[in-house]
């Protein structure tokens, strides 16, 4: 089944604890991307890749790290998690070929720092 | 730069009425448009899109919208609602081409409720 997975779902953190949320996908997609969605914000851009060792920064990439060694994986790093942090996010993969197909979405990582 | 307008944050209707949830983009260049659901507590799932073509597109499950590019709008319908229909709808936009012109830019949600 083509998918994209995120991993943890539920993530309760301290201020100041690294942490990583990986993202996978199977599609073989050149196009991967970190939103976080917060109420009454709808989605925001954190940063994207264009294809292996090609990432740049989106609209709210502050805090916020990434890498993509390898097609499939993209993971989000937060070096030092704040409460401001606290968000829902979203990796999302899209073919880079007919740019008007959409974004595969995962199922999300709800993140809280206390 | 894109961005996308949804001028509604919050839709209630009864159940078997219709509803139109209004969105209107702006870009300078051509752009692709989209609509994905988002019910409680899940991921977004892409609803219907408009890529070139008819400017009519619809969804299997009964919802349409029509892209209208003089006034810049793309807005979502549905002729009879059913209560599993409450969920909340995003429009986005992309360029679909290059670097940051490749980015889907989301509307801040509509949220349709469906009351018995």
């Known amino acids: 089944e083509a998918q994209v997975t995120q991993n943890p779902r539920y993530l309760i953190t301290v201020t100041g604890k690294k942490l990583t949320v990986t993202c996978s996908q199977n599609?073989?997609?050149?196009?991967m991307s970190w939103y976080r969605q917060d109420p009454g914000l709808g989605l925001r851009q954190i940063y994207y890749s264009m294809n292996v060792e090609v990432t740049d920064k989106g609209d709210v990439p502050e805090g916020y790290k990434v890498s993509r060694k390898e097609k499939r994986n993209f993971p989000l790093i937060l070096e030092s998690p704040s409460p401001n942090q606290t968000s829902l996010y979203f990796c999302?993969?899209?073919?880079?070929?007919?740019?008007?197909?959409?974004?595969?979405f995962g199922s999300g990582t709800r993140l809280t720092v206390v | 730069a894109q961005s996308v307008t949804q001028l509604d944050s919050q839709v209630p209707v009864f159940e078997e009425a219709p509803v139109e949830l209004r969105c209107n983009y702006s870009s300078s260049v051509s752009v692709y448009l989209f609509w994905y659901v988002q019910y409680p507590n899940q991921g977004l799932q892409l609803l219907l899109k408009?890529?070139?073509?008819?400017?009519l597109v619809e969804s299997i499950n009964g919802f349409e919208a029509e892209f209208n590019k003089s006034q810049t709008s793309f807005h979502l319908r549905k002729p009879s609602v059913h209560i599993s229909d409450t969920a909340e709808y995003f429009c986005a936009v992309t360029a679909g081409s290059g670097g940051s012109n490749y980015k889907l830019t989301f509307g801040k949600g509509t949220l349709l409720t469906v009351n018995p």
């Open positions: 999302a993969s899209s073919p880079l070929t007919g740019g008007g197909r959409g974004y595969t």
């Open positions: 599609m073989n997609h050149e196009y």
């Open positions: 408009y890529l070139s073509g008819s400017t």
